[in-house]
């Protein structure tokens, strides 16, 4: 018995989409809407705190979107430009969705992409600001911010992870910080007791 031909693939243009001989050319496929995209984890482009003249304390970028550090400050400058003038939450800028926030002296941003649900975004802005709150004792501020830098960074490494967001419950990231924090101060406190042990017995030795 003979095997059966494989059906040939159409070609562009053919099969049911084909426009009819002398009829009008399909329309050309424009830009995707935003419901018809695959979805992506990668979510986040960057996440930053500028202080209230618009410098920057705090800043992680996700993609190359803006691949120097030039182009991340000036994309920073004009963003809070834009926004440190208004009361809105949500800003579209340069073919992309910023959600931020402001807290005495700080601005909080978090930046995705134009097609990006802005609730996602709010939530992740939201969560880095409850858990802040918590990690700076209710003070959530340039003076607290720089002398709890450590901290702010660990707190925004739970949150998201290489554009990817982890967690978006404040309490998770507090518990989570809260673990890697006690696990880094065991370290530290049993890397002093080995130094302390090791300069009791040289103590000993020389009194020998």
């Not at 960057?46 to 182009?71: C, Q, W």
């Not at 991340?72 to 440190?84: G, L, P, R």
């Not at 918590?134 to 911010?145: A, F, P, S, Y």
Request: aromatic share 10%.
């Amino acid at each position: 018995m003979q095997r059966p031909e494989a059906w040939p693939r159409p070609h562009p243009g053919e099969g049911a989409a084909a426009a009819p001989a002398g009829g009008p050319a399909p329309p050309a496929r424009g830009r995707e809407p935003a419901g018809l995209r695959e979805p992506s984890l990668y979510t986040i482009k960057a996440v930053f705190i500028l202080d209230n003249d618009g410098h920057r304390l705090l800043a992680k970028y996700y993609d190359d979107t803006f691949p120097s550090m030039k182009e991340q400050m000036a994309f920073e400058k004009n963003v809070f430009n834009k926004t440190s003038r208004t009361d809105s939450e949500i800003a579209f800028f340069g073919g992309m969705t910023i959600v931020y926030k402001s807290s005495i002296d700080l601005f909080l941003y978090v930046v995705g992409s134009s097609y990006e649900n802005e609730l996602m975004l709010m939530s992740v802005l939201t969560c880095l600001f409850e858990s802040l709150n918590h990690v700076l004792r209710k003070n959530v501020e340039k003076r607290w911010l720089l002398e709890n830098m450590d901290g702010a960074f660990l707190v925004l490494d739970e949150i998201v992870d290489g554009g990817v967001i982890l967690e978006s419950d404040p309490q998770q990231v507090i518990q989570k910080v809260n673990f890697r924090a006690d696990d880094s101060g065991l370290t530290e406190h049993s890397v002093a007791q080995v130094l302390q042990s090791a300069k009791e017995q040289i103590k000993w030795s020389l009194l020998k």
